[in-house]
Structure formats: structure tokens, C-alpha cells
């Protein structure tokens, strides 16, 4: 029978035994205040190898660690876990950082709560404090903070329980211009998270249970208006709470794109179709042409459904076939085409003469050329008469001063547009002998009589003297003559 008043005492040296293999720390206190042993997970949770080195005491303690809440408020005296103990408290799970008090930089997190050993006779005979290291677990928890903040994508992290949030990195307050205080504790249906998604309802209902909800386009309503995003949800504990972890891909860029790219189409769509100067678009790998303006249709004398879909040559559209090749050879190197002149054949049998200038471009993802033209065919045959005008009127200049005659030449040489190409001094004797007989009038016949030359070679030679001086007639060979100055000075070389 054992004595009430006299109950055995609980043999320490087998409960050391029992509990040194624990992995949880333990520390035993006596009712004296005295640390009387400890486990090794207990001095290896100290980061210590001597129990002497956890104080002796619990005063001895409180001198060799710092004690602190997580909210890095300092525990005062008498809120130890070992004081509490041992002023008979029964200490609950509570969660602390402990360093050693000349070594503030080492912080390790100890999770700790009470356990009062009793005799026989229920009284206190050995007091316990339980430890848990929850350094690792703080240490993970602390880097995936460090992350989340440091994220450039946009994260959200809400209570699975309320709903609430909790956390906001920078990347979703750069993405929607809030202020932490206007999202932290705030519900997802406070935020408007989901209030405009098509399939809101499902993700609210999955949020609920705390699945996955997989990704969805969703307009966040923001303070300039609504931001188009998408959003996924995935479940994540955070400490001790189930929570949900949003992430978000930002899709307003591309949204504004879209619709400034729209609106250029659309501006550049209206001043192609609008466009008084032909204007066609046509595909780069084979010339198919897919888009033509109502000038270009109007020029050419066809029907839209006539032209669309074909190449220039199938519509035969160009005279040049040489020429309309080489303009697509270079346009296939990306050498941009400046005013190449081309014939257009039209639908009525007739031409129309036309500067073409063609550029590549993409279009919808597709290397298109765009061509315009000018329909030169009026300017032309007005030079040309301009041109035939002023040779009539300077085949016989004689009547006029030296003032008209420089004028009119200028004028001549302007609207032909091409220089000569040879001067006086460039011309052999036997040109300048020819040029000397055209002047004077002479016809073929006579120019053989004066230099004893047959009418063939006449004729050879007064077609070497066009080309050189760049004419193809004998009026315009007397201008270009009278313009250098040229008195008909001749070498005679038969005596007459």
C-alpha cells in the first residue's frame, strides 16, 4: 500500500531515459527554479552541447537567451515559458524567437507549452517545458515570403476561411494602382475579383472548397477602369491557415494594342479606299493582289471581282513584262520601288502611262507589298506636244533674239527631262561636217554630192550623230546646234 502522506517519488532516472529519445525538447524544472536536465533535442534546438549552457536556472536562463514574439515585440519579465511555468501557469502552445542575448543575428523559433509531472499524492514534482523547433518551417515560410514580395508577376494570397486577404505583392499594386491598405482584408467579392468573368460563378464555388481554379480571363475593376487579366487560384497554407494563392498574367497591354491596331486598321483601310491615287495590296510570295481601291479599278477599267485574286500577270496589266519582273525581283530583296515608269494595258485596248512606287509591309502577320501609282499619261502627251511645238518654232530661228532662242531651249530641255549627251567638242570632223550640212537644209542626196559619199553611208552617219547628241530628228539636230552656238563651219576637203 502506498502512503498518502508519504507517496514514493517518481524515479528520474528511468523518466530521463524514456525521454531522451524524444524529438521534442524537453527541459525539466525543479519546483525551486533550478533546470535539473534536458534532453538533447532540447540543448540542440539552443544550438548548444552542454546543459550547464541553458543557465541553471530559470533566472540563469533568461539571461543567456532573448526571448521575442513573432510580432518582434520583446517578452518581459515573467512571460518566459519557463516563468510562467514556474509561477504554476499552464502555459498553451505559444510561439516564440529565441537568440542568444549576446548574438542577436541568431534567431531560431521554438513553439512551447507546459506539462506538469505530479507524484503519487498529485503533487507537482517535476515541472516540463515541451519544445518544437519551428525553425525550418519559419525558415520556409519566411523565403516563400521573400519571394511572393520579390515576384514581378501579380500575387494575391486570401484566407481560405473568410475570404479575406492577407497578403499583395508590389507587382499586383503596380498592376492596379491600389494601395496595400485598400486590398489587405478586403474579401475576393469585396475586390470584385470575379465579378466580371464569365465564369465567376464556377471559380467562387471552387475557392469555397479550396480547389484549384485553373486559369480565366477576368476584368479587375481598378480605380481608371476595368484591367483585363488572367487569374488562377491554388491552394497554400500559410502557417497554421489553409489559404488560396492568386496569380495573375496582365493581358491590358495587349487589350490597348488590340484596339490601337484595330483603330489603325481601320484609319488605314478608310484612306486606302479613299485614296484618289491608285493603290493596290498584293501578297509577297506570289503577287496575288487582295485588296484594290476604286482609283486603281477606275484606271485600270475593271471590276473588283475581276481584278482581286489574280497577278498582274494574269490581268496582263503591264506592257513591260521585263520591267514588271525586275520590280518584283526587287521587291522580294526588301529594295523599295521609287516612281518606275510602266505602261498599264487598260480593259478598252488603250494605255496609260504610270510612275510605280511599291514598299513591302505586314499585314496581319503576312509580308504584303503595297503598290500606288500615278497615271502620268496626260502629263506626257502634253510634254510631247510641248516638245514638238518648240522644235517647230526653233527649226528657224533666225527671226528670233538670242534671249527667246536660250529660252525657249531651257524650256525644251525641262520638259524633256534628259540632258544631252554629248557637246560640240566631242563630235568627230566627219560629225561636225554632217551637223554643218543639216543646218544648212541639205537633203541626203546632197550631202553625198558635197562629200562623195553614197546615200547609205549619208544615212549611217547621220544616225550616228542622233545618238550621239541624243535627237531623232533633223529639227531637233538644227536646235541642239543653234543652242551651243554652232556657225555650220565645215572642213572641205574636195576644194569646193
Known amino acids: 500500500m502506498i502512503d498518502p502522506e508519504n507517496p514514493p517519488a517518481i524515479n528520474r532516472m528511468v523518466l530521463q531515459q524514456v525521454i531522451a529519445v524524444l524529438s521534442d525538447g524537453l527541459i525539466l524544472v525543479e519546483t525551486d527554479g533550478a533546470i535539473s536536465w534536458a534532453n538533447p533535442s532540447a540543448l540542440a534546438m539552443h544550438r548548444i552541447e552542454k546543459m550547464e549552457d541553458l543557465g541553471g536556472s530559470v533566472e540563469g536562463y533568461r539571461r543567456r537567451f532573448t526571448l521575442r514574439y513573432r510580432n518582434n515585440h520583446l517578452l518581459e519579465e515573467g512571460q518566459y515559458p519557463l516563468e510562467r511555468l514556474l509561477a504554476g501557469e499552464e502555459v498553451g502552445e505559444v510561439t516564440v524567437e529565441v537568440s542568444p542575448a549576446d548574438d542577436p543575428d541568431q534567431l531560431w523559433v521554438h513553439t512551447a507549452k507546459s506539462m506538469v509531472i505530479a507524484d503519487a499524492g498529485a503533487r507537482p514534482d517535476v515541472l516540463v517545458l515541451v519544445l518544437r523547433d519551428e525553425t525550418p ?21 486570401c484566407r481560405q476561411e473568410d475570404q479575406r486577404f492577407i497578403r499583395v505583392n508590389q507587382g499586383f499594386l503596380e498592376m492596379t494602382g491600389l494601395t496595400r491598405e485598400e486590398i489587405i482584408g478586403r474579401t475576393v467579392d469585396e475586390l470584385g475579383l470575379f465579378s466580371n468573368c464569365e465564369t465567376g460563378e464556377d471559380a467562387r464555388e471552387k475557392l469555397a472548397e479550396g480547389r484549384v481554379v485553373r486559369q480565366r480571363e477576368a476584368l479587375i475593376p481598378i480605380p481608371e477602369g476595368d484591367r483585363l487579366v488572367i487569374v488562377a487560384a491554388e491552394p497554400i497554407p500559410v502557417g497554421e491557415e489553409a489559404c488560396m494563392l492568386f496569380t495573375f498574367a496582365d493581358l491590358d497591354g495587349r487589350r490597348k494594342a488590340q484596339i490601337a491596331l484595330r483603330q489603325s486598321e481601320e484609319r488605314f483601310s478608310k484612306s486606302f479606299r479613299l485614296s484618289p491615287a491608285p493603290t493596290a495590296i498584293s501578297r509577297l510570295d506570289d503577287f496575288v493582289l487582295t485588296e484594290v481601291n476604286e482609283a486603281f479599278l477606275q484606271l485600270c477599267g475593271r471590276r473588283a471581282e475581276e481584278v482581286v485574286g489574280k497577278t498582274a500577270s494574269e490581268l496582263k496589266l503591264w506592257e513591260d513584262v521585263k520591267a514588271r519582273k525586275a520590280i518584283e525581283v526587287k521587291l522580294k530583296d526588301n529594295i523599295p520601288v521609287r516612281d518606275e515608269p510602266l505602261t498599264m494595258a487598260l480593259k478598252d485596248g488603250s494605255f496609260a502611262d504610270c510612275l510605280v512606287s511599291a514598299e513591302r509591309v505586314e499585314i496581319n502577320d503576312q509580308q504584303c507589298v503595297i503598290w500606288a501609282l500615278q497615271d502620268v499619261t496626260e502629263r506626257r502627251r502634253t510634254e510631247a506636244e510641248l516638245v514638238e511645238a518648240i522644235e517647230s518654232v526653233m527649226a528657224d530661228t533666225s527671226w528670233f533674239s538670242r534671249t527667246i532662242v536660250d529660252k525657249l531651249a531651257n524650256v525644251r530641255q525641262t520638259s524633256r527631262g534628259k540632258p544631252p549627251s554629248a557637246g560640240l567638242a566631242d563630235l ?24 562623195c559619199l553614197s546615200k547609205h553611208t549619208i544615212r549611217n552617219h547621220i544616225a550616228s550623230l542622233y545618238n550621239k547628241i541624243g535627237v531623232n530628228r533633223r529639227a531637233a539636230a538644227v536646235i541642239w546646234a543653234r543652242e551651243r552656238g554652232f556657225k555650220g563651219t565645215r572642213t572641205n576637203r574636195n576644194g569646193r
Open 137 to 157: 518551417r519559419y525558415e520556409a515560410e519566411k523565403r516563400f515570403e521573400k519571394a511572393f514580395n520579390a515576384n514581378p508577376a501579380p500575387g494575391l494570397i
Open 428 to 451: 568627230t570632223e566627219r560629225e561636225t561636217d554632217m551637223l554643218s550640212l543639216i543646218c544648212e537644209g541639205r537633203s541626203d542626196a546632197e550631202m553625198g554630192d558635197v562629200l
